[in-house]
Antibody, heavy 114, light 111 residues
Framework: EVHLVESGGGLVQPGGSLRLSCAASGLTVSSNYMSWVRQAPGKGLEWVSLIYSGGRTYYTDSVKGRFTISRDNAKNSMFLQMNRLRAEDTGVYYC????????WGQGTLVTVSS | QVVLTQSPSASASLGASVKLTCTLSSGHSNYAIAWHQQQPEKGPRYLMKLNSDGSHNKGDGIPDRFSGSSSGAERYLTISSLQSEDEADYYCQTWVTGIQVFGGGTKLTVL
C-alpha cells in the first residue's frame, strides 16, 4: 500500500523560507514522476512543481526562481525548498504522483504572514 | 496550453444520479484526464483516470457507483445512488510534458 506523508509546513514571515518533505512508502520516489500541488484557503488545486525520474524539474511560473524541488533516493523522499515566500504562497501543500495524481499525501499547511 | 472547464456547482437528491462535466480546451479533445474527490476538510482522493475513448481505471476502493465516460472534448463523472458522503468538491485534471493542469472544481451538494 502506498503512503505519502508531507511535513515541514508552518508559519513564516514574508520573505522567509521553508523546506517541505514528502516521505514515501510502498512507492519508490526515484522511479516515479512526483509533483507538488497546493491549495490556497477556499480555492482550488494548483500544480506547483514536478520532478521526473531522470531528475528533470519543472515549475509553475509564479514560483520559478524561488522554489526548488529535489529528492533523496536513500530516504525515498521528495522535498520542496521554498524561498522568498509571499502571502500568496499560503495554503496546503500536497505531494502526489504524476501524471494522474493517483496517490496523494494528506498535506501540510504553509502560512505566510507577518 | 490546455485548459479544463468545470461548472462551479451542481446538486442532486439523495439516491439520485448526477453527471459532472469537464471540458477540454480546443485542440486537446484526445487528452486523458483524472477525476479527484475532495470531501470537506480533507485532502484530494483519486477516483479514476478517464481516456478519450471512455475507458477508465478507478482507484482502489472506489465504489461501482462512480463511473466515467467521454464524448469529444467532454469528460464526464457519473455518480449514481447518491449518498451524503458524496457531497464534496470534484476536480478534473490532465497533464502535458512538465505540467499538471487542474479544472476549477465542481462543488456537489446532495439535497
Amino acid at each position: 500500500e502506498v503512503h505519502l506523508v508531507e511535513s515541514g509546513g508552518g508559519l513564516v514571515q514574508p520573505g522567509g523560507s521553508l523546506r517541505l518533505s514528502c516521505a514515501a512508502s510502498g512507492l519508490t520516489v526515484s522511479s516515479n514522476y512526483m509533483s507538488w500541488v497546493r491549495q490556497a484557503p477556499g480555492k482550488g488545486l494548483e500544480w506547483v512543481s514536478l520532478i521526473y525520474s531522470g531528475g528533470r524539474t519543472y515549475y509553475t511560473d509564479s514560483v520559478k526562481g524561488r522554489f526548488t524541488i529535489s529528492r533523496d533516493n536513500a530516504k525515498n523522499s521528495m522535498f520542496l525548498q521554498m524561498n522568498r515566500l509571499r502571502a500568496e504562497d499560503t495554503g496546503v501543500y500536497y505531494c502526489a504522483r504524476y501524471p494522474a495524481a493517483d496517490y496523494w499525501g494528506q498535506g501540510t499547511l504553509v502560512t505566510v504572514s507577518s | 496550453q490546455v485548459v479544463l472547464t468545470q461548472s462551479p456547482s451542481a446538486s442532486a437528491s439523495l439516491g439520485a444520479s448526477v453527471k459532472l462535466t469537464c471540458t477540454l480546451s480546443s485542440g486537446h479533445s484526445n487528452y486523458a484526464i483524472a477525476w479527484h474527490q475532495q470531501q470537506p476538510e480533507k485532502g484530494p482522493r483519486y477516483l479514476m483516470k478517464l481516456n478519450s475513448d471512455g475507458s477508465h481505471n478507478k482507484g482502489d476502493g472506489i465504489p461501482d457507483r462512480f463511473s466515467g465516460s467521454s464524448s469529444g472534448a467532454e469528460r464526464y463523472l457519473t455518480i449514481s445512488s447518491l449518498q451524503s458522503e458524496d457531497e464534496a468538491d470534484y476536480y478534473c485534471q490532465t497533464w502535458v510534458t512538465g505540467i499538471q493542469v487542474f479544472g476549477g472544481g465542481t462543488k456537489l451538494t446532495v439535497l
